[in-house]
């Protein structure tokens, strides 16, 4: 009798998006891919910006998700990935969900303009004014009043389009 060769596949990870922003920190956003959401280790994509802006893989952390509330078991996940695509460092899922040097430039970019717009704005509605507004302090200001939460809206917006990416290209499915 021929014996067969089975072919085993290795069941797929389930993908989790997380965002963390405490104000003492740099801000982060998390691609988590697990088979339950209750293991133990997980493979990590994190997005770490508010300063310095990066990306960094890890295979086999400390699963983030044991964390979450437990209101927050089936929030943030958005489908299977299968095994090859997460275990495999070159893969597509990878070069989609890593912050190329083209996200970087495109972040570097618009805010940038946005940045610049803001305190045009500013100094415009500012003229006029009893004492003078000092471009300086309004770019500090504006930093330190409005910058993170323009970058959490970028970055949560980028995350976004690379889920949809994902979806697109049949990496990511329901």
Known sequence: MASRS???????????????????????????FCRARND?????????????????????????????????????????VDAAQVETPNSALHKIIALSTSDLDKFTAAWNDWFDARVKETLRKGKGREGEMCKEDVEKDIREKEGRQWEA??????????????????????
């Open 40 to 80: 133990a280790k997980a493979a990590v994509q994190k997005w770490i910006y508010g300063g310095l802006t990066y990306a960094d893989w890890q295979d086999a952390c400390d699963n983030p998700l044991l964390n979450d509330p437990v209101d927050m078991v089936d929030t943030g996940f958005y489908g299977y």
């Open 153 to 174: 809206s970028y970055f949560k917006t980028l995350a976004s389009n690379k889920i949809d990416e994902l979806y697109a290209d049949f990496l990511l499915k329901c």
């Open 6 to 32: 089975r072919s085993r596949t290795s069941p797929p990870y389930r993908l989790y998006l997380r965002k963390k922003d405490q104000p003492s920190e740099s801000a982060r956003t998390l691609f988590v």
